[in-house]
């Protein structure tokens, strides 16, 4: 496997996808472990994930044809298009062996079995109860081909619901990881990993997107679930900006570069979430104290966030750390279609411009907010008139 990297010179520079980093990572896992199995409901080579088939292969017991993938009566890549028989098969070798597996499904198809992974919430609260239960390893979801990228799918295929769901939960045994490029897909790889008696959500994206930090700093942001990334940050700011999840962080770090060149004079910082918990920022074992928070992001400046999923589940989050008035959150609105990737953003007003009308609303800008109403209506045009974006992602 490819290097991680220790320092980052130019963040953003280079691309790379963390779908195909994790697919590298089960490979090795499944080298090394020959009890790890990967569920997959007909979506591995989909979801970038197939370098797993290099260190194990598919099972499988029927008659093979010569164009099926590498397959074998013992393979350990289980396909099947049932995501609720794989999450039972997948929660009985867990519980039976206490050896690891891993799920990976699109990221809509995920909500099909929310009531088997709310059931199991409740196994592991009861389970702590009982003496001789002995922890387990934790219940890992890979959710890729996510709602902000479903080119060719559509609207049926855009749905962030169970991230909802579980940070709704207060039983205290969820998590949901947004690594924000392939090097932090790497540590939630190792955080997954190490995880006991616990469900943990991780969300990404299979495109090649910006890389932003190295790897201790990936590792630094499971201390309290976030980080302020210095390249883009200034010291007292005016505004604190807030992402969580790899295309919306990246709109969000675009936008304060062009805030940077239109509003000079004002200061800003940029703070990235890897994880969330209930009614927190961060892990349940890991939750970021209030003083963190005030640190972080500040105690009085205005917060304009950038959710991977619903708005308002973020939002329920920074309320328990700072007043309504302080927040405007944006997020996926339930709008889309068969689109262009940077029309999906603008029709549930997460691209980079809207967080930048945020702004220039606040500071009465109206010039500005023309400047980027056109933009964002010049590339609408584009892509209704061409079928591809104007604006450069």
Sequence with gaps: MTRLPERIDNPGAERYSSALRLGELIKDEMKNNPSFYLFSPDETTSNKLDAAYESTSRAWAMPREPWDMPESSNG???????????????????????????????????????????????????????????????????????????????????????????????????????????????????????????????????????RWIDINHAK????????????????????????????????????IQILRQDMPELRYRFVGISALSYDAIGTVDRRMPQEIFNDYFTTDKTIIANFHGYSDTLKNILACYAPNWRLSVHGFMEEGSTTTPFEMLS????????????VAEREGRMDLVEKYRGILESNAKHAREFGIDEIQL
């Design 347 to 358: 029709v549930n007003q997460a691209s980079r411009y809207h967080l930048c009308i945020d």
């Design 76 to 210: 350990r890549i289980v396909e099947l298009l049932s995501e609720n028989t794989l999450f039972a098969v997948m929660v009985g070798h867990v519980l039976g062996s206490h050896e690891q597996a891993m799920m990976t499904s699109y990221e809509s198809f995920f909500s099909i079995i929310t009531s088997q992974v709310m059931q199991h919430l409740k196994f592991l609260k009861q389970s702590e109860s009982v003496s001789w239960r002995e922890p387990v390893p934790a219940i890992n979801l890979l959710s890729t081909s996510t709602c902000w990228r479903q080119d060719h799918n559509g609207f049926s295929h855009q749905s962030p619901a169970l991230i909802s769901a579980l940070l709704s939960n207060p039983s205290g045994y969820a998590n949901c990881l947004f690594p924000v490029d392939d090097v932090a897909a790497a540590a939630a790889f190792q955080f997954m990993k190490d995880s006991k008696n616990v469900v943990n959500l991780t969300t990404f994206n299979k495109t090649e997107e910006p």
């Design 220 to 255: 630094f942001q499971y201390q309290y679930g976030a980080s302020i990334f210095g390249f883009a940050s200034d010291e007292n700011p005016d505004y604190v900006f807030v992402a969580a999840g790899d295309i919306v962080s990246r709109e969000t770090l675009y936008a």
